[in-house]
C-alpha cells in the first residue's frame, strides 16, 4: 500500500531544521466548457471547521477549490436518487464505526453467521464484504513485504550464488531482471534505513522543542506564547537565550505547540511501523501461509468475512469509505461525499504491497455482487502477474462497473514510471474505459495547487480532486485529517456516486468522462509535482494541463449539470 507518510516527515525535518433520441448510454459526454475562474487564491488561515470540510466548499463562493458540494446537494433538491453500493477495496473498514454502521452494504441473501454459504457465491457469511487477507481459519494478515522484495527472494531461491555464465540460454533474461532489482532492493533497502534514523532524530529534535517550550514558559510565567512577546523577554543567561530564540523560529515559521504534539504523535506511530514493518524483510511469509496457491488464480475461494482487519493496526480504508460516504447530517463526526450509498468492503491491501491475486479476485467479488463503483487507493511498482488484474478491469468494464484509481504519491510521471494497478499496458492505449485515475490537489487555488507528491500523467492521469489534509472516519468512532492519492480518489469516487444516484441510466464510461469534462478548468502555471527540492525550492512551474487529460479539478455541481443535460436534454 502506497501511503503518504515519509515525505510529510521529511517536511517536518526541514520544518524543524531550518434530438433524435438514442439510449442514454451511448449519448456522447459534451468536451465541457473552458470557462476559467480568474480570482485570487484564499489568504489567511483557515479555522479547524473550515480545514476538515475545504474539499466540500465551492470556489466562487469561498475562493477554496473544493467540490462544491453544498451547490450540488442543492441542484438535487427534488430528485430522487437510487441506493448505489461502492466497494472500497483497502485494508478493511470498521463497519461497526459511529458513522460508517448506517452506510454498509449488507448482504441480502446471506444470513449472518450461521457458517453457511447462503448465497452460493463461493464465500461464507460475507455479510458486509470479504476479506482475502485471512483463511477459513479465522487468521488474517496485516503486514506484508514489497513487491520487489518478493521477486527479489523468488529470484534468491531461483538463482543462487550463479553467475551469468552458469545461467542458461532461456534463463538469461529473468536473471537480468533479477539482477537489476536486486540492486534496486539493496538500493531502497538504504533508504529505508537512512529515513528511519532520520525519523529518530526529527523525533529528538521535536522533544528537544517541547522541552525547550516547557522551560520557557516557566521562565516566562505564562502558557501562551507569541512570537512578539517572546523578543520582549531578557533571558537572565545564553542557555535560556537560547531556548528563547529556538521557540520564536517555531513559531515564526508558522508551527504552533498544538501542531508540533500533533506531530510528534504521528511521526512516533510512522516511526513505529516502520521499525515493526516488513516490506523489506525477504523472510517474511505471512500471507503466504495461509492455504491457498498464491500463484494460481483459480484458486479463489479462500480469505475469512473479517472485513475490519485490526483496529489498531489499520485506518486506511475506514478513512477512505468515510470520504466517500459518511452518513451525512447526523450531527457526527464528518459528512461524506455522497447520500444513497452502501459501501463494501473488501480487504486486499496489507501494510506492504498487495498481491495481484487478491487484487483481482477482489474487483471480481465487488462486481459479482453489486457494486457499481470501486475504489482503490493502493499502487505498487511492480506487478508480476499484472494480467489476472487486467482481466479483471476488463470483467468490471463489461459489467458496466466504475473504477476510481489513485495516481500515486511517489511525485513522478506516471507517463514514464509505470504504477500498478492501472488502466494501460504500454501506457498509451487503454485496455476498458471505466478506469478514472485521480491525482491530488490542495485547497491553494494558484500554483500550489498539486500536491506536491501527487504522482501526474498528461496520458495516465485523468482529472485531480482534494487529497491534501482531508478529514475523515478512522477507527474506534474517531477521525483524523490525511494527504494523499488515497484520501482524492475517494474524493471523486463520492462525486461518481452521486451520478449514478441520481441518474442511474449512465454508463460506467460516461461517468467517468462526465467527471473529467465537468471539473473546473485550470489555465494558470504550477508547481510541478516531484520538482521541488533543497537545491530547487521554488521547484519546475508547468501548465496545470501538462499534468493530466482534462487538465480540471472535479466539481461535483457541474459534474451533475453534465448529467441532468445528457439524461434529460435540457
Known sequence: ??????????????????????????????SGVDVVFNMPAKKGVLSETEMHVWSHMDLQTDSIPGMSIAKAYAFLEGKQGTAVIVAIADSGIDVDHEDLRDVVWTNPKEIANNNKDD????????????????????????????????IVKSGMVKFGDKKASEISEENKKEFETYLDLQEKFEARNTEKKAEIENLKNTQKRISQIENNIKEVKEFAGTTVLT??????????????????SDVVGMLERGMTEGALLDAKKGLTEYLDSQIKGKSYDLDFNARQTLGDNLYDINDKFYGNNNVIGSKDLESHGTHVAGIVAASRNNKKGVNGVANNVK????????????????????????????????????GKGYSPNKKWVYDAIKYAAKKDVLIVNAAGNDGKDIDVTKTYPNDSEDLVNEIADNVLTIGAMSLHYDEKLPANFSNFGKTNVDVFAPGVDIYATVPKDAYASNSGTSMAAPSAAGVAALVRSYYPKLSASQVKHILMNSGIKINFEVIKPGSQSRE??????????????SGRVVNAYNALKMADRIVNGL
Open 119 to 150: 448465497d452460493n457465491n463461493g464465500y461464507i457469511d460475507d455479510l458486509h464484504g470479504w476479506n482475502f487477507l485471512g483463511n477459513k481459519a479465522g487468521k488474517i494478515v496485516n503486514a506484508d513485504q514489497l513487491e520487489i522484495t518478493r
Open 343 to 378: 459501501i463494501m468492503a473488501v480487504r486486499v491491501v496489507p501494510d506492504g504491497d498487495e498481491h495481484d491475486k487478491d487484487v483481482a479476485l477482489g474487483i471480481r467479488y465487488a462486481v459479482d455482487n453489486g457494486a457499481k463503483i470501486i475504489n482503490t487507493s493502493f
Open 536 to 549: 530547487n525550492p521554488n521547484g519546475e512551474k508547468v501548465p496545470f494541463s501538462d499534468l493530466c487529460v
Open 227 to 244: 512570537s512578539e512577546f517572546l523578543k520582549s523577554l531578557k533571558p537572565s543567561s545564553a542557555q535560556m537565550a537560547a531556548k528563547i
Open 1 to 30: 500500500m502506497n501511503v503518504l507518510k515519509s515525505s510529510i516527515y521529511a517536511a517536518l525535518a526541514v520544518l524543524l531544521f531550518a434530438s433524435c433520441k438514442a439510449s442514454i448510454s451511448t449519448i456522447p459526454v459534451p
